[in-house]
């Protein structure tokens, strides 16, 4: 079935929910990954023509990525990365060709017809230009860490808001 699936990553929370599928999708196929993430800032677009060093996110998405397909990995499924920089619809359609994939497996947020409108969607503009099949995954936002502990302070200004009309003392 899939050999090759290519899993664009945004360093989100929304990356867990496409991981959690394709990890059992790529070992039920014997799949290997090629994982993705386009940085898309003002470096990242222009990295190569003006011969720039990478940035300091370029270097936190480098690592982001290798840490993910090092326990992909540690799970028997095989995965390298790919760091690219510039329009991230057209990124991932040319990566998929260029890495030989027959798949592209990427989450989504889930917005409504004018969200998308007004930010786009990068997996709507994926899914028109790509010749390559394209799995969307339906992402759910998760807490990026842990929530802090409310401490008794807290719960009693949170139960006396509502009397104070929402305000602070």
Not at 106 to 135: C, K
């Amino acid at each position: 079935m899939y050999k090759r699936i290519l899993v664009p990553l945004e360093h989100s929370p929304y990356d867990e929910t496409i991981l959690a599928h394709i990890r059992k999708l790529a070992i039920h196929c014997g799949a290997s990954l090629v994982l993705i993430h386009v940085a898309d800032g003002w470096a990242a677009r222009n990295v190569k023509q003006l011969h720039l060093r990478e940035s300091e996110e370029m270097r936190e998405d480098r690592e982001y990525l290798e840490q993910i397909a090092e326990s992909l990995e540690a799970e028997g499924v095989a995965a390298e990365c790919v760091l690219a920089g510039g329009n991230p619809g057209a990124e991932i359609a040319e990566a998929a060709t260029r890495e030989n994939c027959d798949l592209i497996a990427m989450s989504t947020h889930g917005h409504r017809f004018l969200q998308d409108l007004l930010y786009g969607s990068v997996a709507n503009e994926v899914r028109h230009i790509s010749r390559v099949p394209v799995l969307l995954v339906r992402g759910e936002r998760r807490p990026s860490g842990p929530r802090p502990a409310l401490t008794d302070v807290d719960e009693v200004q949170a139960r006396q808001a509502p009397l104070r009309g929402g305000g602070t003392p």
